[in-house]
């Protein structure tokens, strides 16, 4: 993957963190922004921050939240782009669409039809 095309993703990421936070309200926006900024802080204040959180956001918005934060932190990695299971390149295409993602689509295809057959 080119610096260009992380930079775009950050982008993309960034606008995506943004617009949950501008959704859920400022008070978590204050939270989410600070342990962005002071990576330190995060594990003291993780145990007030999801419990502030969660009286004020869904499950999963908290979760998404979490999970773009995460993967703006790694994506400075080598391995960031790279499918968790077969270790294969994750298309751009692909993670422009969803850059929070650790699959590729194959993987993420046997995944869905394993959910849908377990009853998911
Ligand atoms: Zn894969």
Do not use: W
Not at 11 to 23: G, N, P, T
Not at 37 to 55: G, I, N, T
């Amino acid at each position: 993957m080119t610096n260009k095309e992380k930079a775009k993703l950050k982008q993309i990421l960034e606008a995506q963190l943004h617009e949950l936070i501008s959704k859920t309200g400022s008070k978590v926006a204050g939270l989410v922004t600070s342990s962005v900024e002071a990576p330190e802080m995060v594990e003291q204040s993780s145990l007030d921050y999801s419990r502030s959180v969660s009286l004020r956001i869904s499950d999963r918005e908290s979760k998404l939240i979490r999970k773009i934060q995460q993967t703006l932190d790694r994506i400075e990695d080598e391995d960031y782009g790279i499918c968790d299971k077969c270790g294969e390149d994750i298309s751009i295409a692909r993670l422009r669409a969803r850059p929070v993602t650790t699959l590729c689509i194959d993987c993420k295809t046997r995944q869905e039809s394993l959910e849908r057959a377990s009853g998911f």
